[in-house]
């Protein structure tokens, strides 16, 4: 199993990006999917998570200026990203929980995209 992420780059403060991670290969069933960031010298977090029902869970407990979603057919989650600070800096991981077509468990990182806000 493989994780594509993409989307990345540098934005400047107040802007917008979408990324993506598309997942690919001997894949069953995708159950939750998952963003994660970590900065320099920083802890890594969960960003958002979504179920295959498409319930949402954020980490950010006030303005919601993230939206993550997910298109089962093409095996994607996506992380629309706005209003964009230079505190949001970080490399962004996605993952992935579900069943290979051998039904083992499967729980993936993707190598992540870097997103970097600056003026």
């Known amino acids: 199993v493989q994780l594509q992420a993409s989307g990345g780059g540098l934005v400047q403060p107040g802007g917008s990006l979408r990324l993506s991670c598309a997942a690919s290969?001997?894949?069953?069933?995708?159950?939750?999917m998952s963003w994660y960031r970590q900065a320099p010298g920083k802890q890594g977090e969960l960003v958002a998570s979504?179920?295959?029902?498409?319930?949402?869970s954020y980490a950010d407990s006030g303005e919601r200026r993230f939206t993550i979603s997910r298109d089962n057919a093409k095996k994607t989650v996506y992380l629309q990203m706005s209003s964009l600070k230079p505190e949001d800096t970080a490399m962004y991981y996605c993952?992935?929980?579900?069943?290979?077509?051998?039904?083992?468990?499967?729980?993936?990182w993707g190598r992540g995209t870097q997103v970097t806000v600056s003026s």
């Open positions: 993952r992935v929980s579900g069943l290979t077509q051998g039904f083992a468990p499967l729980d993936k």
């Open positions: 290969g001997s894949i069953y069933r995708l159950d939750r």
């Open positions: 979504i179920t295959r029902d498409d319930e949402t």
